[in-house]
């Protein structure tokens, strides 16, 4: 991975949705060749934060910083290329080939679709299109159309076209939601590749047993950060209660950490 901003950094971060203050007061690092998982009940303000943390939605008061500078100071062409976002339920287009789609990624819709490029496309842009087809395990099915291919393996083109960008960080919101376990486990299993080569991710995840699986977990409960750090400091009944009110156990299985809801309507 080539050089690049090491640090995304949430600074007293207070964001709208609409109306609403969704974000309050949030401060929180991020860094590459880690995995940070952002949790919390619905409506906490998870999608609200990710979105202020690509400059999609300008802050109240606070700040993003990008390698120690405000976000705001980057250039569009800059933010970009430093960071990658998968949104929640994104739609790909769906009569696109699968390696047109993940060419995407690298501004690859100029050519595509007969717009004047803003720079030439190299053999580099084709071996990282293939790199990141290889790393998500979409080379197979490169020639069909996104329409004939499942939920699940949509996502990983989606995931594809994202890592073809070669960020320095991808946020990623929800990015399990509606996969089955395998694939679940599979996207996180990339995610986790990625890491280990430099990149830093930031995701939402609904999935406490996913979620614990990242080196961070940032719990958000009302806007406001409940408990940060490893997921077993996170991760605890007290916190869990707190935000979700909801009464869990926490155990570990085979060294894993594993969160179960101790709801007594289903015993
Ligand atoms: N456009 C809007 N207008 C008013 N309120 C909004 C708007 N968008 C979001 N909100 C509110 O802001 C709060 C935070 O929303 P956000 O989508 O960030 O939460 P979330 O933690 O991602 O939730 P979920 O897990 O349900 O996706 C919610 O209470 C939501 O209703």
């Not at 008061?61 to 430093?82: D, F, I, K, N, T």
């Not at 496309?121 to 291919?149: C, G, I, K, Y």
């Not at 996969?179 to 609904?206: N, S, T």
């Amino acid at each position: 991975m080539t050089e690049g901003p090491d640090l995304l950094q949430a600074v007293d971060l207070h964001v709208r949705a609409g109306s609403h203050p969704a974000v309050r007061g949030v401060s929180a690092d991020f860094v590459r060749g880690q995995f940070t998982a952002v949790i919390g009940p619905n409506g906490a303000g998870k999608s609200t934060l990710l979105r202020a943390l690509l400059g999609l939605s300008a802050p109240e008061a606070g700040e993003v910083r990008l390698g120690g500078r405000p976000l705001r100071a980057w250039s569009r062409a800059q933010r970009s290329a430093a960071l990658a976002y998968l949104a929640q339920g994104e739609e790909l287009p769906p009569s696109g080939r699968v390696r047109d789609v993940v060419a995407l990624g690298r501004g690859a819709g100029e050519w595509r679709w007969g717009l004047i490029p803003a720079r030439p496309w190299t053999e580099a842009d084709e071996a990282a299109v293939d790199s990141a087809l290889d790393r998500t395990d979409t080379r197979r099915f490169e020639n069909r159309r996104v329409s004939e291919l499942s939920g699940g393996e949509r996502q990983r083109v989606s995931l594809a076209r994202a890592l073809a960008a070669h960020p320095r960080f991808l946020l990623l919101d929800e990015p399990t939601n509606h996969l089955d376990l395998a694939y679940a486990l599979d996207v996180i299993r990339y995610v986790r590749c990625e890491v280990a080569g430099g990149l830093g991710v930031v995701a939402v995840l609904h999935d406490l047993n996913l979620a614990a699986r990242a080196d961070r977990l940032v719990l958000l409960h009302g806007g406001r950060v409940l408990a940060a750090g490893p997921p077993e400091a996170v991760l605890t009944p007290e916190h869990l209660r707190e935000a979700y009110g909801v009464r869990v156990l926490v155990t570990r299985v085979a060294g894993r950490l594993l969160v179960v809801a101790d709801d007594p309507t289903f015993s």
